[in-house]
């Protein structure tokens, strides 16, 4: 089986930093990967780590420590149209599957 | 960038009937595609994964017969929601992998479905 834990709810202004930390149990890890969600939307793909280490792509970056079976996704400055629900997701070895966490919510304030 | 199409949006059906919802990758071939199903406010949860020219393999609690995936092509792979009931109301998502980024799934739009 496998499980994922992130915070419910994070709340931040425009041009501030956040981290959303992502826990994870699997039995079988290829990788976490970062989706971000708008209301009424379909996820979109963000960053994927298989590795242990920082991913950065623009404002965006995910870091990863298999040994821990942790990773984070920091956003910097922050814009009004980052308030979104991100989910990270475990790549599983088993038929390479992909199992979501439960979400964030971002609300990002003026 | 790799595109995925799903249709219908939104259907609305009575209770009762069946429902198809078709999942397509427009720009790449999917030997894998991925159903998921997410209810207000909540996660993705993973039903089943669809696998081209062979069964489905379903996630365990969700019925087989109720929920059926055709994978017939390379890039289209299809869910029916048979004998739909008020509790199958919800937010249906297709996505699906490309093997030269296997660590990134490509979704289609959604599907609402509600039944009355």
């Known amino acids: 089986g496998q499980s994922l834990e992130q915070p419910s709810e994070v709340t931040a202004v425009e041009g501030a930093i956040v981290q959303i930390n992502c826990t994870y149990q699997?039995?079988?890890?290829?990788?976490l990967s970062w989706y971000q969600q708008h209301d009424g939307g379909a996820p979109t793909f963000l960053s994927y780590?298989?590795?242990?280490g920082l991913e950065e792509t623009g404002r965006f970056s995910s870091f990863l420590s298999r040994s821990d079976s942790y990773g984070y996704l920091l956003l910097q400055e922050l814009q009004m149209k980052d308030s979104a629900s991100y989910f990270c997701?475990?790549?599983?070895?088993?038929?390479?599957?992909?199992?979501f966490g439960s979400g964030t919510k971002l609300n990002v304030k003026p | 960038g790799a595109v995925v199409s799903q249709h219908p949006s939104w259907v609305i059906c009575k209770s009762g009937t069946s429902v198809k919802i078709e999942c397509r990758s427009l720009?790449?071939?999917?030997?894998?595609m991925f159903w998921y199903r997410q209810f207000p406010k909540q996660s993705l949860m993973l039903m089943a994964t669809?696998?081209?020219?062979?069964?489905?393999?379903?996630e365990q609690g969700v019925e087989k017969d109720k929920f059926l995936i055709n994978h017939a092509s390379l890039t289209l792979s299809t869910l029916t929601v048979t004998s739909a009931h008020p509790e199958d109301s919800s937010f249906y998502i297709c996505?699906?992998?490309?093997?030269?980024?296997?660590?990134?799934?490509?979704f289609g739009e959604g599907s609402r479905l509600t039944v009355l």
């Open positions: 720009d790449f071939q999917a030997t894998t």
């Open positions: 996505s699906a992998r490309d093997q030269q980024r296997p660590g990134e799934l490509f």
């Open positions: 699997t039995s079988g890890f290829y990788g």
């Open positions: 997701a475990v790549r599983e070895s088993n038929f390479n599957k992909f199992y």
């Open positions: 780590n298989a590795l242990d």
């Open positions: 669809s696998n081209e020219g062979s069964k489905a393999t379903y």
